[in-house]
């Protein structure tokens, strides 16, 4: 049900570069999602919830520092500059925009995953996630160690996919997943027919924890974009 390769977007204009990472990534188990400008890889931030970005500064159109700056406005995610420039300000400067960490083109790979590895540990650190998630004033409890959900103290009956899905949203709450990345998030790789799933779960969840269905406070729908759990 969970995911068990940690996801990395990799943004940068060089064709070749992308092609070298991808592979490089791959070979050590990461799942690598990449993007050559960066309004794609804004959108890929919802779209697929990477663990790590790594992140190139020069890029026509919106420039790294840009990029990396509205990452960090939406996202505590793990940001690596990858730079040709090895000039101090302009390292500075990605840094205080959000940047965790960089790296200078030509790079060693061994160095990278390093840093890769290095920072992807820090994150689990930081996030520690809750064992009890609380919504709603305390209304929708979802208890991580016990893998069960209560709504106002009563135990909510949910399938292990219904519950596997309830989570995934929670733990992004106030970002807006498509059905694509949903479906690719819980199921695997599927069709557009099988996608189609996503809305017949996303209304079973519904009928099980919201006092109204057809006007959920939980579960919503952002009309032409996807789901998003709202935490109230």
């Known amino acids: 049900m969970r995911r068990d390769r940690e996801r990395i977007l990799v943004v940068d204009d060089d064709a070749e570069i992308l092609n070298i990472l991808r592979a490089?990534?791959?070979?050590?188990?990461?799942?690598?999602?990449?993007?050559?400008?960066?309004?794609?890889?804004?959108?890929?931030?919802?779209?697929?919830?990477?663990?790590?970005?790594?992140?190139?500064?020069?890029?026509p159109?919106?420039?790294?520092?840009?990029?990396?700056?509205?990452?960090?406005?939406?996202?505590?995610?793990?940001?690596?500059?990858?730079?040709?420039?090895?000039?101090?300000?302009?390292?500075?400067?990605?840094?205080?925009?959000?940047?965790?960490?960089?790296?200078?083109?030509?790079?060693?790979p061994a160095e990278l995953l390093a840093r890769i590895r290095a920072l992807l540990r820090r994150s689990r650190l930081q996030a520690s996630?809750?064992?009890?998630?609380?919504?709603?004033?305390?209304?929708?409890?979802?208890?991580?160690?016990?893998?069960?959900?209560?709504?106002?103290?009563?135990?909510?009956?949910?399938?292990?996919t219904e519950y596997g899905l309830l989570l995934f949203l929670a733990e992004r709450a106030g970002h807006v997943?498509?059905?694509?990345a949903i479906y690719q998030a819980i199921w695997g790789p599927g069709s557009a027919s099988d996608i189609r799933q996503v809305k017949w779960y996303i209304c079973r969840l519904r009928q099980k924890i919201e006092d109204n269905p057809n006007q959920p406070r939980f579960i919503r729908t952002e009309r032409g974009r996807g789901y998003f759990f709202s935490p109230e």
């Open 24 to 59: 490089l990534l791959e070979a050590h188990g990461f799942a690598v999602y990449t993007a050559s400008e960066g309004a794609t890889a804004l959108h890929y931030l919802n779209q697929v919830a990477p663990d790590l970005v790594i992140l190139d500064l020069l890029m």
């Open 61 to 108: 159109g919106l420039d790294g520092q840009e990029v990396c700056w509205r990452i960090r406005q939406q996202s505590p995610v793990p940001i690596l500059l990858l730079t040709a420039l090895d000039k101090v300000e302009a390292i500075v400067e990605g840094l205080n925009r959000g940047a965790d960490d960089y790296i200078v083109k030509p790079f060693h």
């Open 129 to 160: 996630p809750q064992r009890v998630l609380r919504f709603g004033g305390g209304d929708l409890v979802i208890n991580r160690d016990l893998g069960q959900v209560f709504l106002r103290g009563k135990e909510v009956p949910l399938s292990p």
């Open 177 to 180: 997943l498509s059905p694509e």
